[in-house]
């Protein structure tokens, strides 16, 4: 299933949402592909999208969820990479 947590993250002027996959990466990677968000928006373990794509992403089939919410999918599911697994 693809998740979507409401834009909350502040970067670059603008508020971002983070879209991912409970299945899979390539799950998330395809669902993004064909929705026209650019591979640079991946990291480590979800799509950072922006604000103004979150009403097309969810009408696209990606389910609202909590940014807790879509923490806890991906852990459960093994898919969670946080960042000092990447040195970052």
Do not use: C, N
């Amino acid at each position: 299933m693809i998740l979507i947590d409401p834009p909350a993250v502040a970067r670059w002027d603008r508020l971002w949402s983070h879209l991912a996959s409970d299945t899979s990466y390539a799950e998330a990677h395809e669902f993004a592909a064909a929705h026209g968000i650019p591979p640079r928006g991946w990291d480590r373990d979800h799509y950072d999208v922006p604000a103004d794509h979150y009403a097309a992403m969810v009408a696209a089939g990606a389910v609202p969820v909590s940014s807790r919410e879509l923490v806890l999918a991906l852990r459960a599911a093994g898919l969670r990479r946080p960042k000092a697994q990447f040195g970052r």
